[in-house]
């Protein structure tokens, strides 16, 4: 049997996902490369929508996609080889074609990396699209 990858849990509104620090993570110090906390963040959005109901698969289909259009990082302390990190995310605000997340990366207690980021929800041909009725449905009683 194939055991399913976590898609990490959604509690009091708020998406925790569990993550390792790998050697590809990692510069030569051992100390996690800036751009691959933007990989993090990216999971930890990903995996909230996918337990929300919203696929992203399904969204294209009826002609959907995201994009990020701003995204705000604050390093805070590093993470290295080996950590078990948690990256926390929250939905803000869903405006029009909008949705901004709160998202964080801790190790235990200690805050790593503050982010916030803004998607838009686009159309096939790149132009933002307000999403479609059950995106909305299911996001909105998960917003701050």
């Known amino acids: ?5 976590t898609a990490g849990v959604i509690e009091d509104r708020e998406h925790l996902l569990p993550i390792r620090v790998y050697f590809e993570d990692t510069d030569f110090t051992g100390v996690v490369y800036h751009g691959a906390y933007v990989r993090f963040l990216e999971r930890g959005r990903s995996d909230f929508l996918r337990l929300a109901g919203v696929r992203h698969r399904a969204l294209e289909a009826e002609g959907f996609a995201f994009t990020v259009v701003r995204m705000e990082l604050d390093f805070k302390q590093p993470a290295r080889i080996d950590d078990a990190l948690i990256v926390r995310s929250r939905f803000l605000e869903m405006r029009g074609p909008r949705l901004v997340i709160g998202q964080q990366v801790a190790r235990d207690d200690t805050l790593l990396v503050d982010a916030r ?3 838009a929800c686009i159309g096939l041909d790149g132009r933002p699209r307000r999403p479609p009725a059950a995106m909305t449905g299911a996001i ?3 917003i701050f």
């Open 140 to 142: 909105r009683p998960l």
């Open 1 to 5: 049997m194939t055991p399913e990858p």
């Open 117 to 119: 980021v803004e998607a």
